[in-house]
């Protein structure tokens, strides 16, 4: 039943930063593990990055590797992307997701949000 709602998109030119929020409803947000994704018109869902309950544990797909951070406030039932040095390859629709078992990293997500638009323009 959790609600994930994202927002921090927009347009901003090659080489320039942007910081992606999640804010989850409920009160066991720390009970799940986050992920971002990221999707185009008429491609595949591609995965971003994750991060455990506690936030010990984080992966990033090799395409953000060394230009996206991925963090939580448990406190805050929020987790973040902050993204630097962005290209125009990293334009897409950009979603919050929530796993809720125990395998890290998840094999599947549970929850989405409605997603955030990037463009990144040459």
């Known amino acids: 039943q959790a609600q994930l709602v994202e927002s921090g998109g927009g347009l901003v030119q090659t080489g320039g930063s942007l910081r992606l929020s999640c804010a989850a409803s409920?009160?066991?947000?720390?009970?799940?593990?986050m992920g971002w994704f990221r999707q185009v018109p008429g491609k595949e869902r591609e995965f971003v990055a994750a991060?455990?309950?506690?936030?010990?544990?984080?992966k990033y797909a090799d395409s953000g590797k060394g230009r996206f951070t991925i963090s939580r406030d448990n406190a805050k039932n929020t987790v973040y992307l902050q993204m630097n040095s962005l290209k125009p390859e990293d334009t897409a629709v950009y979603y919050c997701?929530?796993?809720?078992?125990?395998?890290?990293?998840?094999?599947?997500?549970?929850?989405w949000g409605q997603g955030t638009q990037v463009t990144v323009s040459s």
């Open positions: 997701a929530a796993a809720g078992g125990t395998r890290w990293p998840p094999s599947e997500y549970d929850y």
């Open positions: 409920g009160r066991t947000f720390s009970s799940y593990t």
């Open positions: 991060i455990s309950r506690g936030g010990g544990g984080i």
